[in-house]
């Protein structure tokens, strides 16, 4: 998720580094990242689409998940503020 809030590329950094490059990081930006999921037994107020549609400029992943821990349909959500993010949570899980 630190890939998506601070703009950088951790994996490429890593590898970079395991080679013995000296790697530098600089972040190029400052968002907050979210992961929510939903699970299929239960009923939402919105729908797959629904949810795209509203806030598709925010989430910048989604699949299906095959976890009972981390839910049967994940979400990763990117947004400016903690407020969009606590909005963006809500949506996704009402």
């Given at each position: 998720?630190?890939?998506?809030?601070?703009?950088?590329?951790?994996?490429?950094?890593?590898?970079?580094?395991?080679?013995?490059?000296?790697?530098?990081?600089?972040p190029s930006r400052?968002?907050?990242?979210?992961?929510?999921?939903?699970?299929?037994?239960?009923?939402?107020?919105?729908?797959?689409?629904?949810?795209?549609?509203?806030?598709?400029?925010?989430i910048v992943f989604?699949?299906?998940?095959?976890?009972?821990?981390?839910?049967?349909?994940?979400?990763?959500?990117?947004?400016?503020?903690?407020?969009?993010?606590?909005?963006?949570?809500?949506?996704?899980?009402?």
């Amino acid at each position: 998720m630190i890939n998506h809030s601070r703009g950088m590329d951790c994996w490429d950094l890593y590898a970079r580094t395991c080679s013995g490059e000296r790697a530098r990081a600089v972040p190029s930006r400052d968002m907050v990242c979210l992961y929510a999921a939903r699970v299929n037994s239960r009923r939402y107020l919105l729908s797959h689409e629904e949810l795209l549609a509203e806030l598709g400029g925010e989430i910048v992943f989604h699949m299906p998940m095959d976890s009972r821990v981390m839910g049967d349909y994940a979400y990763l959500a990117l947004t400016e503020s903690q407020e969009r993010r606590a909005h963006a949570a809500a949506r996704i899980t009402a």
